[in-house]
């Protein structure tokens, strides 16, 4: 069998291929990518974000690495660090919240860690060396990073070294730019040595405690200290036959895809229609266990109530040569406008998205694991062989663009690129929206009917090894990239 990956950026291909190469397996060539994600990616992925994690090693089960924002212990602040921005999308615009007031538990270090603890066969000294000297020599934006970039523009100048890393004379640095990123590599170096307990004991945590506390944050070294990977067992369902895993509670994601494809499923109603009625079902907890008991007896969801945070998401795919498998997506928000000092990293801001806290701006629950959209996904056959792996940008779409290319892939039995590219539908502020192409039969009153294929889809980067080929497929919605090699 050859090796496949499928992911959000060029470059974080080639560092897991090399790695592969280089005679790691899958995960090796995660822990690289995933370091080299912290600059190819810097509006995804940092020391200061968060993520979620399915890996298969051959022959073993599925197991679920929940490395996700944890809220802080506290909330006793007089005038906490929290300020609104607006981001201009073109069409429309939205408001965040940043500071330090917005800041939740990082997860990214401690869970890219615990994954080369278990399955690392490279010493995590050379897995980080790639993402060292991509942080020092700089890497090119590429159309997709230098938009994302562009949106937060306003985020990324709160913060001194912010400006140095994303500004020029000219603004906001643009397509074709350079952007270098040397404190972090000094900062992986650090880590390679010291671990977990150099980011989460040591200076690193002192550091953002110390800005915290004088202005405004919530977290304090207690956070830190009791910070912990969540490994829970993974949702499993089945689905035509096959086992679909997908991350359990709190996260909502891997909700969202049973109950979506249980409605396909079933056959009642049509993509469009289901994707409705799954959002009106989970939006309670009775409601969504109920309609699980029904569509997957037997399923061992896990409900655990918790803010949610679905912004900035970036994914990929790898599958080695000899069966191993992982599916790792990962976030930040928006950034919270705070550089982690001596790294480059910047800061996350789960708890600043207002929309998602009903009772209003800090009234998340003290310390409790907040609450995706993200869902990376593992399908098996019946022996056990993996047959499917995927994950996907765009907030609350990423659930049903991931069920939508199941049900093209199996259903349709479309080829993965295909399936991947096929039109979809998403429902939102009580339209439904219809990308260009897709076959609309309902009323026009009721839809938004897109003139192009928009990244507001998603953006579902792929492996499918069955019917004895193997496919991997980007997402162009959102410049993914592939190999087969």
């Not at 069966?323 to 800061?347: K, V």
Request: hydrophobic share 40%; proline share 4%; net charge negative.
């Amino acid at each position: 069998m050859n090796n496949a990956i499928s992911a959000g950026h060029e470059i974080t291909l080639q560092v897991a291929k090399e790695i592969l190469l280089d005679g790691g397996n899958a995960f090796d060539a995660a822990v690289a990518a995933h370091f080299a994600m912290f600059i190819t990616e810097p509006c995804m992925a940092s020391a200061g974000g968060n993520g979620f994690a399915l890996t298969k090693a051959y022959g073993e089960k599925v197991v679920y690495y929940d490395f996700f924002s944890q809220t802080p212990n506290s909330k006793k602040i007089e005038e906490p660090d929290f300020f609104p921005i607006v981001v201009d999308f073109g069409n429309e615009t939205e408001e965040f919240h940043i500071g330090l007031g917005a800041a939740a538990v990082p997860g990214s270090i401690a869970g890219i860690l615990e994954i080369h603890e278990r399955y690392g066969r490279i010493p995590i000294r050379q897995l980080i060396q790639p993402a060292c000297d991509l942080a020092n020599n700089g890497v090119i934006l590429n159309n997709f990073q230098a938009y994302d970039i562009f949106l937060l523009e306003s985020i990324f100048k709160q913060d001194k070294r912010g400006k140095e890393i994303f500004f020029n004379d000219k603004g906001v640095k643009v397509e074709g730019d350079i952007i270098a990123m040397p404190q972090m590599a000094d900062f992986l170096d650090f880590i390679s040595v010291e671990g977990r307990r150099g980011f989460y004991e040591g200076e690193i945590a002192q550091n953002i405690v110390k800005d915290s506390k004088e202005r405004g944050g919530f977290l304090r070294m207690s956070d830190f200290e009791n910070y912990r990977v969540n490994n829970n067992p993974p949702l499993n369902f089945t689905y035509q036959d096959k086992k679909v895993f997908v991350p359990n509670g709190p996260n909502n994601g891997g909700l969202n895809l049973a109950i979506f494809l249980g409605l396909l499923e079933q056959g009642k109603s049509g993509i469009p229609a289901s994707i409705k009625k799954t959002q009106r079902i989970v939006k309670e907890a009775i409601t969504s266990m109920q309609q699980m008991d029904e569509l997957h007896p037997g399923h061992n969801y896990k409900v655990v109530s918790g803010p949610k945070a679905h912004h900035g998401t970036s994914h990929f795919n790898i599958l080695d040569k000899h069966g191993n498998t992982i599916s790792l997506t990962s976030s930040i928000g928006e950034g919270c406008g705070y550089f982690i000092p001596g790294t480059d990293m910047q800061l996350n801001n789960m708890l600043g998205e207002l929309f998602l806290l009903p009772g209003g701006k800090h009234s998340w629950d003290p310390n409790v694991r907040m609450q995706s959209m993200m869902t990376p996904t593992i399908i098996t056959d019946r022996q056990g062989k993996v047959e499917f792996i995927a994950g996907s940008g765009g907030a609350s779409r990423i659930p049903f663009a991931i069920g939508q290319v199941i049900d093209q892939l199996y259903n349709k039995s479309l080829s993965l690129k295909d399936a991947v590219e096929f039109p979809r539908y998403h429902y939102q502020n009580d339209k439904f929206q219809v990308e260009k192409g897709a076959d609309w039969k309902g009323s026009k009153e009721d839809a938004i009917l897109w003139d192009n294929k928009s990244l507001y889809f998603g953006g579902v980067h792929a492996v499918f090894n069955a019917n004895k080929s193997l496919e991997a497929t980007g997402d162009k919605r959102r410049f993914g990239v592939s190999e087969i090699f």
